[in-house]
């Protein structure tokens, strides 16, 4: 099955054919590389060279197939909006000229091409994705449910993905390196503790710790007497687990059930106060859908 992009559509949606180009107010030139900059809000930081180095030795070869797609933002001046891998491979090929669609677009459209040209071809790490995310909350006063809608992602996921922002630089190199993965990260957010947390981080690098084994070290920190209640633990019934299951996946964090003789409790998890209220919009948006 055929890969679809970030926001549900190819890039065929935002790269016109000929004859849409004439029913638009998109042109395509042929544009001096010169005159051309990288997108202000490109996500990616990253490029690799190996991949570079093929796609120079393609264009140097047959051309550049398909055209980059820009905005002008001044005369003979043009910003990227999808595109920045061939653009870098001409340069690198010693091209002079592109072929490149130019079209009008605003900040947040440029940042949703750049993220939907990049996810289409190459995926961005998961900190270059939260990254973007967090642009366009902060830069741009997006919601998690727009950004959702736009990338053709669930909310819970678009959260998730940006809370990883929240860890300290040091564990944010550790998944950047690929030595803990964006798991670990987030197991490691279900502690308040920012000390615990490096401690544990090391932990994973040092023992190859699992994403379980991490949310049980972080669910014994956070509450000692658990200790003793996972020796004594029985066998729970499996809809009970199947429950519990589901209703982590939905608020998108930890959640425990236990039951006793005349009444149960339920117990979720939340990192801090931003988390709890995107918990409670969870809830609450649930249950609207449910009317």
Do not use: C
Not at 11 to 31: F, H
Not at 106 to 117: I, R
Not at 191 to 202: G, M, N, W
Not at 269 to 286: H, K, S, T
């Amino acid at each position: 099955m055929a890969r679809q992009s970030g926001l549900g559509r190819g890039l065929g949606a935002l790269i016109p054919t000929t004859e849409r180009l004439q029913e638009s107010d998109s042109q395509l030139r042929e544009l001096p590389i010169g005159q051309i900059e990288p997108n202000t809000y490109q996500p990616r930081a990253f490029f690799d060279e190996e991949s570079l180095a093929g796609l120079a030795a393609s264009i140097e070869a047959v051309g550049v197939l398909q055209p980059i797609l820009v905005r002008e933002v001044a005369p003979q001046k043009f910003e990227l909006v999808a595109g920045e891998r061939r653009w870098r491979a001409a340069q690198r090929a010693g091209l002079e000229t592109i072929p490149a669609i130019v079209r009008p677009a605003e900040g947040v459209v440029s940042l949703e091409q750049a993220l939907v040209e990049n996810l289409h071809r190459e995926d961005l790490s998961v900190l270059e994705e939260a990254a973007g995310y967090q642009q366009l909350v902060d830069e741009f006063g997006q919601s998690h449910d727009e950004i959702a809608r736009r990338m053709g992602k669930s909310r819970s996921a678009i959260a998730n993905t940006i809370r990883l922002l929240q860890l300290s630089d040091s564990i944010q190199r550790l998944i950047a390196d690929g030595r803990i993965s964006a798991g670990h990260g987030r197991a490691l957010l279900g502690s308040a503790d920012l000390a615990f947390r490096e401690t544990l981080a090391k932990a994973v690098v040092a023992q190859n710790l699992t994403v379980r084994e991490v949310e049980e070290r972080v669910r014994r920190h956070e509450d000692p007497s658990s200790e003793v209640t996972t020796r004594t633990r029985t066998v729970r019934p499996a809809a009970l687990l199947e429950l519990e299951e589901q209703l982590s996946s939905l608020l998108d964090t930890r959640v425990q059930i236990s039951t006793g003789a005349k009444r149960g409790r339920l117990t979720v998890e939340f990192a801090n106060l931003e988390d709890l209220e995107r918990i409670y919009r969870v809830i609450i948006e649930g249950r609207e859908d449910l009317d």
